[in-house]
């Protein structure tokens, strides 16, 4: 459920400003309101220190300490260990830019061997020219000098070096070609030069890597401080007084009293109800079971605006099934719930979030149980019990499970309707929302005679008079007025623009039946890969890594299904149906940052 939310005034003197924000941010039940929005500002040294402190956490999570020697960890303050992080990782990359450099120069020095470019220097200098042209080998005979050597050939053409006390002329299918500045093996060394530099530093990194929780901590610091100076920055100030406003939970407003109380500091507030044009933030208060979508709500960026009912109970049941219909397996799902048993205690203790290993047992447990009513194992279909043979892969099984996608979609779009219904006083246009209910059951009723054939439909469902009653109502109340001309006009285009939709929204459940039969069929695939192998011992080695991988790279795509399709069926054609926009902003209190 959504906890109701009292709009906080608070007033207390400047000189304790400081004095009155530490105890909200202890409390931590407040979410502030800057009352002065574009005051609220940050002094740029503390984004800064964050930023870099961040880069800092993440090039040192990148390190893994060596395995030769033991490393000193650094000294210093945080501070000065950020700047020798990225002081180090920025000589690391300046290394890596001059390595690469320097292989492109030595790619074009290979070809030319050992020059001795001193030595070529020096018979300059005595007044010998030497000269290295490049042209094709066929025409070196018009190279007119003392001395005319081949030093490198490649497609026909060669380098040649030609040596004379006189001027060489360059012949005219010849160019000349300038030294390198460097010899190869100047080059080898300045890049093994480089690598030890690289390596010097990244010892100094692993070094760093035991101050990490230090840094750490300082970047919570930084966190906190950031925090405090926009909240201080966006209260109201007037000479000895100050004011700031919030909302606070209501069922903890007699917390956020009694600590100003004990704290013995003069406050004045009041607590009033939202008023039509307030945006309260909302807070989810829901049990430890229901509370485990929160980290899908958090990875989708959801949050339900104040106003709109709470969901969540039904997206986490109705996704539960979702998951179970597109995993489709028993052998993926205890594959994956079983170990998660085991191992919840352990990684809650490490800090795991038990909302999220909740949430995997949920959806993971609602594929070991369809699996086991369908009788499907890794892609196979194995009979646990003789007198119970379900096939999802024969004609009637795919059938049976083709209804039962339409059924739990009409069932989910219902609920969608009735639910908008109870939000909303009883009138006329109730009997409005109760026809576009009717609609649905009749849209259902064609669904099922088209597809399936008429012995899928329920019992007493018969989709043209049950048309003709939902059309009446909607034309007659979805805008109830004493002129009839303007309630059947609203009516038709309710129609016009619903109509269509319910037919596609129902149908649209068929995929949890078609995703699941996918991955099936995929696992057999794998199946019938190893299958194909001899059956020799020694074969393992081979049918082994395809039954892991194949079995493994299904079940990956089973999640991706589960956020692709299952997810999708709740927050559009659930939501569109109960008109929930998912528009609100999260309940974030002032507190400090851990």
């Known amino acids: 459920m959504i906890s109701k939310m009292k709009k906080l005034l608070l007033a207390a003197r400047t000189a304790e400003r400081e004095k009155v924000l530490e105890i909200l941010r202890l409390?931590?039940?407040?979410?502030?309101?800057?009352?002065?929005?574009?005051k609220v500002k940050v002094p740029g040294k503390i984004n800064e220190a964050i930023e870099s402190c961040f880069k800092a956490i993440n090039i040192l999570s990148q390190i893994?300490?060596?395995?030769?020697?033991?490393?000193?960890?650094?000294?210093?303050?945080?501070?000065?260990?950020?700047?020798?992080?990225?002081?180090?990782?920025?000589?690391?990359?300046?290394?890596?830019?001059?390595?690469?450099?320097?292989?492109?120069?030595?790619?074009?020095?290979?070809?030319?061997?050992?020059l001795g470019l001193e030595d070529l220097a020096w018979l300059n200098r005595e007044g010998l020219r030497i000269v290295f042209l490049k042209g094709p080998i066929s025409e070196a005979g018009a190279i007119s000098a003392e001395l005319v050597s081949l030093i490198n050939e490649n497609d026909?053409?060669?380098?040649?070096?030609?040596?004379?006390?006189q001027a060489i002329p360059v012949p005219e299918k010849f160019v000349e070609v300038a030294l390198p500045a460097r010899e190869a093996?100047?080059?080898?060394?300045?890049?093994?030069?480089?690598?030890?530099?690289?390596?010097?530093?990244h010892q100094a990194l692993e070094c760093l890597l035991l101050r990490r929780e230090d840094i750490e901590k300082h970047y919570v610091k930084l966190l906190n401080r950031r925090r405090f100076a926009e909240v201080e920055s966006g209260v109201h100030t007037a000479d000895e007084i100050f004011v700031l406003t919030g909302w606070c939970p209501e069922?903890?407003?007699?917390?956020?009293?009694?600590?100003?109380?004990?704290?013995?500091?003069?406050?004045?507030?009041?607590?009033?109800?939202?008023?039509?044009?307030?945006?309260?933030?909302?807070?989810?208060?829901?049990?430890?079971?229901?509370?485990?979508?929160?980290?899908?709500?958090?990875?989708?960026?959801?949050?339900?605006?104040y106003n709109e009912p709470d969901t969540s109970g039904l997206f986490l049941s109705m996704l539960t099934v979702f998951a179970a219909f597109l995993v489709a397996d028993a052998g993926y799902g205890f594959l994956v719930t079983i170990p998660l048993l085991l191992a919840y205690r352990p990684l809650v203790r490490k800090g795991a979030d038990p909302a999220f290993l909740k949430l995997g047992l949920f959806l993971f447990g609602g594929g070991a149980i369809y699996g086991l009513l369908t009788n499907a194992w890794f892609g196979e279909t194995w009979y646990l019990i003789d007198s119970y043979r379900f096939d999802p892969g024969s004609k009637d099984g795919a059938r049976f499970l083709q209804w039962l996608c339409f059924f739990i979609g009409l069932m989910h779009l219902t609920l969608a309707h009735i639910m908008k219904v109870r939000r909303r006083p009883v009138n006329l246009a109730t009997l409005g929302e109760i026809g576009w209910i009717i609609f649905l059951w009749a849209m259902y009723g064609l669904i099922c005679n088209l597809i399936l054939g008429s012995g899928y439909s329920l019992i007493g469902v018969q989709a043209v008079p049950l048309f003709k009653i939902s059309l009446a109502l909607i034309l007659l109340f979805t805008d109830p007025s004493w002129n009839i001309f303007k309630s059947v006009l609203a009516g038709v285009g309710a129609i016009l623009q619903n109509a269509s939709g319910a037919f596609s929204d129902i149908l649209s459940y068929i995929r949890l039946w078609a995703v699941?039969?996918?991955?099936?069929?995929?696992?057999?695939?794998?199946?019938?890969?190893?299958?194909?192998?001899?059956?020799?011992?020694?074969?393992?080695?081979?049918?082994?890594?395809?039954?892991?991988l194949g079995h493994t790279a299904n079940i990956i795509l089973g999640i991706i299904s589960i956020l692709a399709h299952g997810v999708r069926l709740n927050l559009l054609e659930f939501s569109n149906h109960l008109e929930?926009?998912?528009?609100?902003?999260?309940?974030?209190?002032?507190?400090?940052?851990?």
């Not at 060394?189 to 690598?195: A, D, G, L, N, R």
């Not at 956020?256 to 989810?284: H, N, R, W, Y």
């Not at 929930?580 to 851990?594: C, Q, S, T």
């Open 185 to 201: 093996g100047e080059l080898q060394e300045s890049i093994q030069t480089c690598q030890h530099a690289i390596d010097e530093h």
């Open 64 to 114: 893994t300490p060596g395995l030769s020697g033991e490393r000193l960890a650094t000294p210093g303050t945080p501070t000065r260990l950020v700047e020798e992080t990225l002081a180090n990782d920025r000589a690391i990359h300046e290394q890596k830019e001059k390595i690469a450099a320097l292989k492109r120069e030595l790619e074009e020095v290979l070809p030319w061997g050992d």
């Open 580 to 594: 929930l926009d998912w528009a609100g902003r999260r309940y974030d209190p002032f507190k400090e940052i851990r």
């Open 251 to 305: 069922k903890r407003v007699t917390e956020l009293e009694k600590a100003f109380e004990e704290a013995e500091i003069g406050v004045g507030m009041s607590f009033e109800d939202p008023g039509e044009e307030d945006v309260p933030p909302t807070s989810l208060d829901n049990p430890s079971a229901i509370q485990s979508i929160a980290p899908l709500y958090d990875f989708m960026g959801l949050t339900p605006s």
């Open 27 to 38: 409390v931590e039940v407040v979410h502030i309101e800057p009352a002065v929005p574009e």
């Open 156 to 165: 026909g053409n060669g380098i040649y070096a030609a040596a004379s006390r």
């Open 516 to 548: 699941g039969l996918a991955g099936g069929q995929m696992a057999l695939a794998f199946n019938k890969i190893a299958g194909m192998l001899p059956a020799e011992p020694v074969y393992w080695l081979i049918k082994l890594p395809v039954l892991v």
